[in-house]
């Protein structure tokens, strides 16, 4: 087995601000799993927020190369376990590697991931697409430009009750708000009054990620559902949420990949919680290995690769109607540029 890497940078269509950061363009890692005949492709960003950079990546995911090189793959789980302790202090970095070993392993089994998987992809919920902080006329500007069934806001500025009833104004889409670790405890006990009223369905990360006595408050009192982001980051998070989130939001690149997001799935109905996952400003690598896990959820959030003008690959794609598979095995990657040219 072998992997080639290459870092792109995929250019936003507007400006992206929620409340800790704004960009207009993302860097990012395409991984590329090969055994000489059959590729698998995988996606891991670049993020200031978490300390990621592609010299990281790179570093790390070059030290498998020993291990690889006469490796015999059997399964995502195998490869996942085999090289956990090469890159278990860099989860970005192993979720590149896992989504390209199930792209590989159901391009080689010739069956889509959600068959692997026993999925029916009917059953994937439809996206929601998210609306940066912005002016409130851009924000409503976007939604217009963006027809959409329902839109995730994202908050965490002097006015966002303000914003939520200017949207509101314009759509009678479902909202959800997301204020990225921006508000207090008392703010969000307050604002939950608001909000339900405004059509919005759940809260997420209202409060720092290590608030825990704040989160406990809110759980008590809010008057809708918190879903947990920053403070849900792995496995081992999962089981510390119950009592203090309803809900949990998984990133692929957070918790290592969809092996390890399999394992959250299953600890968090368990605990009776409601699941979500969400993206990166990723491309259509990332989107499509989080499309195979999705009708296993109750929310998704795979709208990364419609906020970037350049994506570099064809796959699964969110619509207002619903998750769009691509008609090929494994994850259904395809780049455009052909990457890794072997020849």
Known sequence: MQIFLRRYVLELRN???IAHDSRTHQNTMILALSDGETVGYGEATENPYYGVTFEKLEQALASLQPLLSSYRFST?????ADTNPYLQDLPFA?????EAAWDYYGRKTGKPVYEILGLNPAHAPVSNYTIGIDTVEIMVAKMQAQPWPIYKIKLGTAHDLEIVRELRRHTDARFRVDANCGWTAEQTIRYSEALEKLGVEFIEQPLKADDWEGMKEVFAHS???????ESCITASDVARCKGYFHGINIKLTKCGG???????IAQAREWHMKVMMGCMT????????IAHLAPLL??????GALLIKNDLAEGAQATPHGVVF?????????MHDGFPNTD
């Open 15 to 17: 400006r992206f601000t």
């Open 76 to 80: 995502p789980q195998q490869l996942w």
């Open 94 to 98: 192993q979720c590149a590697l896992d």
């Open 223 to 229: 008057r809708l559902p918190v879903i947990a982001d």
């Open 258 to 264: 969809p092996t390890a997001a399999l394992r959250m």
């Open 282 to 289: 990723e491309s259509s690598v990332g989107i499509s290995a």
């Open 298 to 303: 109750d929310y998704v959030d795979m709208d």
């Open 326 to 334: 691509a008609n090929r095995n494994g994850t259904g990657v395809q």
